[in-house]
């Protein structure tokens, strides 16, 4: 009924993602918005809020939310910029600088099972259209 639907197809296949990623970041206690804001710490250090949204493109004050709740965790900090005041950068903690090799680690395996399970062509065609329709929507 919904084969052609934009909507439905987009959240019918985010559904059946998030489970997957939620399964392998619950691991880590963390769920799979945490995990991305977290690699994206950890590979940006010193980043703002801001360029976390931006990066992932999520809304600031989602970006803040995930970033409160990694800093409760003691994952991540914030420091205050050294050349204005009014900037809060983000550093990964001892606790985030652990997670880092095992949780890439763990992102590499799902996206090769996923890969294996979809097909390479597919999979790649799929993550390259719906970055292609993000871009033409945002």
Known sequence: MFDHCLYFNSSALSRLVE????????????????????????????????????????????ATRLLDNLSDKGLVE????????????????RAGKALERPINEASAQIAKNLRARVGPELFEAAVTSMHNVRKALG
């Not at 945490?34 to 690699?39: E, H, M, T």
């Open 19 to 62: 489970r997957e990623w939620g399964a392998v970041y619950a691991g880590f206690g963390l769920t799979p918005p945490q995990g991305f804001v977290l690699r994206v710490v950890l590979a940006t250090p010193g980043c703002l809020s801001s360029q976390v949204a931006d990066l992932l493109g999520i809304a600031r004050p989602t």
């Open 78 to 93: 914030r420091r205050q910029g050294e050349t204005d005041g009014r900037e809060w950068r983000v550093y990964a903690t």
